[in-house]
């Protein structure tokens, strides 16, 4: 804001109101490097005198004018001042409108992609739930066809165990059957045996 300033401010006008011109003069004589005769006939030094009074005081009402003007154009400048202070505050109101409805903007834009991201992340957890289910069922079939080909493949093993030991008994029936038919016949006929081939095994 402007500053004014009344230019004979290094004047301590301080003390004074209005109706106090007696009170001002002698303050002013008392300043002036020679003394005020107030009595008795008027020399022409006395004359000096009061004429250095009289523009001593003529200055200083001049100086209470400039002041007086500069308070007026001070008083009158006052309407400017509050409207330039109401556009800033018009200004500064209108900035805040707009930070908030920036701020407004950006919470819709943030929910909005908060909601894009949750379902997102539902449908990314979705398809890995997916996938998981997907392979424990593969796994448990997989499981399911081993167990089964262990079954099938055990089953054909004691199966062809079994034979086997079928086989292997009815070859040794059947050697034992020659055995005893052949020993049968050497006792008849008294003759030694040779053990064959096959014999060692019963």
């Known amino acids: ?6 230019k004979g401010e290094k004047h301590n006008l301080k003390g004074f109101r209005a109706g106090q011109g007696k009170k001002l003069a002698d303050n002013l004589s008392s300043k002036l490097p020679f003394g005020c005769k107030t009595s008795g006939n008027l020399t022409e030094e006395d004359v000096q005198r009061s004429d250095a009074i009289k523009i001593g005081m003529k200055d200083q009402a001049q100086r209470w004018h400039t002041y007086a003007n500069n ?4 008083i009158d400048d006052v309407p400017e001042v509050i409207d330039q202070q109401n556009r800033v505050r018009g200004a500064v109101l209108d ?16 929910a909005v992609h908060l909601g894009e991201l949750s379902k997102t992340h539902a449908q990314v957890t979705g398809n ?10 593969a796994v448990r079939y997989v499981g399911q066809v081993v ?24 070859n040794q029936n059947n050697a034992r059957a020659s055995f005893r038919e052949r020993l049968k016949a050497v006792r008849e006929t008294k003759q030694t045996y040779s053990l064959q081939p096959g014999d060692i095994d019963l």
């Open 95 to 110: 900035a805040a409108t707009k930070i908030v409805q920036s701020t407004a903007k950006l919470d819709e834009k943030g």
């Open 147 to 170: 167990n089964q080909s262990g079954r099938e493949a055990k089953t054909k093993f004691q199966l062809d165990s079994q034979l086997s030991n079928h086989k292997h008994q009815v």
């Open 71 to 74: 308070m007026t154009q001070a």
């Open 1 to 6: 804001m402007k500053r004014y300033t009344y």
């Open 128 to 137: 890995v739930s997916n996938i998981l289910l997907k392979a424990r069922l």
